[in-house]
């Protein structure tokens, strides 16, 4: 892949975007995003916020860079109509190859990923093992080190790195593949759902961690959620979508406010859970 300038290039930017599940075992091909327009500036956390089926994981697959056009891996989309482009990459016209070696500046955090992490590594191997993926030879001094910092920042006491994944609760797994995305130190986190099938308490906490490291390294994120509260919490820039289209685009209070579309209307309604905003805490 040829050199990116990433302090110049737009972490991503999508335009008139359609993504299609191939047709498969005698199911037909599925429109899951159609004619999508949006970008994510430099340092800037977005929420694609949409109810169960408006297509906002399809889409986070293609802003993590994880798509492409003609044959792609099982279950996942193709690019059948427009552009997505991630640091300058156009990923209608890369490689599977190509499109794999992003992921050492893309991080992504996909709905499972705490549940999928190997019960036979401990929480220090399942952080660490995206290194020495990318080099066998990595300084193992080193990556202790770096995973050491990343338990610490996501709220896990140090003792946790000894214990096997299957050991923690479902919210300790989630914050430890959080922590497991962010090891390359991406310059673009794309986080679907991180905070889904966790407790309120918990839910908060990732989101605290993904604010406070987004504070402090100064990534681009896309954050991938179904609740306004959560939404609010972390950015006060959403993207609303409904249908595999984009319905709403802006600052979070001026889209619910002016929104027309239905879904966004009844957004605007909806009572909030106990999520408390960064205004709130008083850190904003």
């Keep these: 892949m040829a050199a990116l300038d990433l302090d110049m290039a737009s972490p991503v930017t999508t335009s008139d975007l359609s993504l299609e599940y191939p ?8 429109r899951a ?3 999508v327009t949006l970008s994510v500036a430099p340092g800037e956390i977005v929420a694609v916020l949409g109810e169960s ?3 906002k994981s399809t ?3 293609a802003l993590a860079g994880l798509v492409g056009r003609g044959r792609t891996p099982e279950g996942r989309p193709r690019i059948v109509g427009g552009t997505v482009s991630v640091f300058g990459q156009d990923m209608a016209r890369s490689s599977i190859r190509r499109r794999d070696r992003l992921s050492s500046i893309v991080g992504y955090l996909a709905q499972d990923d705490g549940e999928a992490l190997s019960p036979d590594l401990t929480v220090g191997e399942a952080i660490a093992e995206p290194i020495y993926l ?4 990595f300084d193992r001094r080193e990556a202790g080190r770096v995973t050491a910092a990343l338990v610490d920042a996501v709220h896990l006491p ?3 790195m000894l214990k096997q994944t299957w050991e923690l609760s479902s919210g300790q797994r989630q914050r430890v593949a959080l922590a497991r995305s962010l090891v390359l130190e991406p310059r673009l986190l794309v986080a679907d759902e991180p905070a889904r099938g966790v407790d309120v308490l918990v839910r908060q906490a990732v989101l605290d961690v993904i604010r406070n490291l987004h504070a402090d390294r100064q990534f681009s994120a896309v954050v991938v959620t179904s609740s ?4 609010r919490a972390i950015t006060d820039r959403v993207a609303v979508m409904r249908g595999g289209r984009l319905v709403g685009h802006g600052n979070v209070d001026e889209v619910l406010r002016d929104g027309l579309d239905p879904y ?3 957004l605007s309604s909806t009572s909030p859970i106990d999520i408390i905003t960064p205004e709130e805490r008083g850190d904003a």
């Design 33 to 35: 995003v159609d004619g």
């Design 23 to 30: 047709a498969h075992s005698g199911h037909a091909a599925l």
């Design 158 to 160: 140090l003792s946790t």
């Design 53 to 55: 089926g408006s297509g």
């Design 228 to 231: 306004v509260a959560e939404a």
């Design 134 to 137: 990318r080099d066998r030879r």
């Design 59 to 61: 889409l986070a697959q």
């Design 264 to 266: 966004v209307k009844v």
